[in-house]
């Protein structure tokens, strides 16, 4: 192989690179969110989903009867860390689409832990597009949008505060 080649050998092979990064980063993941859970030392202490809310009697807060306006706010996480120990966050969604690190199919339900703050971010019935964490792709690390519908999602969604922000 002569020199020329071996350029025109190596370009081809970093525009493949740069094709298969490219898509990796701007894919996306996108879902409907059908249920929420908030397990404590593997233990189911609350759960939403579109037919209703429920609890244990020993959850240290009102859970409500809203599938979509569940939270756990700072003090009942505290209390629950210091109840039960261990406290996980859970989303479950019907997949709308997936891109890399996620390898979850269209239209399948995938369980997703999270943080607490991100767990009050969606609620049941909304659709998301989110990031798993490329080391752990069973966990969502950031949203980018929420949404109604899957129709109204986006790849990242406005802020409404017109772009310039205060």
């Known amino acids: ?28 993941n996108q879902g409907r969110v059908v249920e929420k859970t908030v397990r404590a030392d593997e233990t189911r202490v609350l759960s939403a989903t579109p037919s209703g809310v429920s609890a244990r009697d020993d959850f240290p807060g009102n859970p409500g009867s809203d599938p979509g306006n569940v939270v756990v706010n700072e003090s009942e996480g505290t209390r629950l860390t210091e109840s039960f120990g261990t406290v996980t966050y859970e989303v479950t969604l019907e997949q709308y ?6 390898d979850a199919k269209e239209g399948e339900r995938t369980l997703y832990t999270t943080h607490r703050t991100l767990f009050n971010e969606i609620q049941v019935g909304d659709s998301i597009t989110f990031q798993p964490d490329p080391t752990a792709t069973g966990r969502i690390s950031s949203i980018s949008c929420v949404a109604a519908d899957r129709e109204s999602l986006s790849a990242r969604c406005s802020t409404g505060d017109g772009g310039g922000g205060d």
Do not use: E
Request: with cysteine; net charge positive.
């Open 97 to 102: 689409r997936s891109a890399w690190p996620n």
């Open 1 to 28: 192989m002569n020199r020329r080649q071996f350029l025109r050998v190596g370009a081809v092979g970093a525009v493949a690179s740069v094709t298969g990064c490219t898509k990796a980063v701007l894919g996306t």
